[in-house]
């Protein structure tokens, strides 16, 4: 199961809201990609919902899907990646549903035709749950945790990397790194960020260069952080190996992550800078 962008307005959607629910429904979702990727920073209504993908629109997936959309909507309002692996998170993803508002399917395979005997129960399917800002603010306090209101920053990444040849840049403008930009903004939007793939101009001003990353700048637009680091794969450890610093409110942080694919090489990043931009002091 993974968790997924929620805008999908090319596809039609099916809503249900549980019978127990009567308050009112709030969200929404924007994503921009203009030469370099872009995700504009969510509203506080939008860090309450999150998507996954489930098999079908059964109860089959269902509760597995909402406990996952809890998971995320906890650590996106919090700012503390930390929660990820709480048992106590697991053990309220036993009764997610009572936090729920809403949920709905969007068909992963919308306008493609069904064959042989699939129909729709066993299709994949984008179920979007919205939850009850009131109680996910509560068990955070229960949790020891609270809403986090603060400015959120967007995400700068400078990096280079390397796969099976030399090394590259991951700039805007790369025609063979349009994947890893839209990995990127995608990583940045699961935990409530925003991000930017630098420009070759910039990268170049900061003295970036294939293989060789300087220290972090800093830029002249307050909200965004950069994140300077390598990202290698290797086929010894097998996966990627990935080391990330980055200078916020004068102090330096260094942190990293090995052995895995590159789209969680960059939620390793993306959970560093929230931890830090949170309050919640250094990145694991």
């Not at 249900?16 to 924007?30: A, I, R």
């Not at 729709?120 to 179920?127: K, V």
């Not at 409530?192 to 300087?214: C, Q, S």
């Not at 409110?249 to 942190?255: H, L, Q, T, V």
């Amino acid at each position: 199961m993974e968790t997924v962008r929620s805008a999908m307005t090319q596809q039609s959607i099916r809503t249900s809201y549980p019978s127990s629910v009567t308050w009112g429904v709030v969200l929404g979702l924007t994503f921009s990609m203009l030469g370099a990727f872009s995700a504009s920073a969510q509203t506080t209504q939008d860090l309450y919902q999150s998507t996954a993908i489930v098999t079908g629109t059964d109860m089959r997936s269902r509760p597995t899907g909402f406990a996952q959309c809890l998971r995320d909507v906890l650590v996106k309002v919090s700012g503390e990646p930390r929660l990820i692996k709480d048992a106590r998170v697991k053990e309220l993803g036993q009764h997610a549903d009572a936090f729920v508002i809403s949920f709905s399917y969007v068909d992963v395979m919308a306008g493609i035709p069904i064959h042989d005997d699939q129909g729709t129960y066993d299709r994949p399917h984008y179920l979007t749950v919205k939850f009850d800002p009131a109680r996910i603010d509560g068990a955070l306090a229960d949790l020891g945790e609270r809403p986090w209101r603060g400015e959120r920053p967007v995400v700068v990444p400078m990096l280079s990397m390397a796969r099976s040849g030399a090394p590259f840049l991951l700039s805007a403008e790369r025609a063979t790194a349009a994947d890893e930009r839209e990995s990127f903004a995608e990583r940045a939007e699961e935990f409530g960020l925003a991000a930017r793939i630098p420009t070759e101009a910039e990268l170049a001003e900061w003295g970036a260069a294939p293989g060789k990353i300087p220290s972090s700048p800093t830029t002249d637009r307050p909200r965004e952080v950069v994140v300077a680091g390598t990202l290698e794969f290797k086929e010894s450890v097998p996966g990627w190996e990935g080391s990330w610093r980055m200078r916020r409110n004068g102090r330096e942080y260094a942190w990293g992550i090995s052995g895995v694919n590159y789209d969680e090489a960059f939620r390793d990043i993306i959970r560093g800078v929230l931890r830090v931009a949170s309050g919640h002091d250094s990145p694991d």
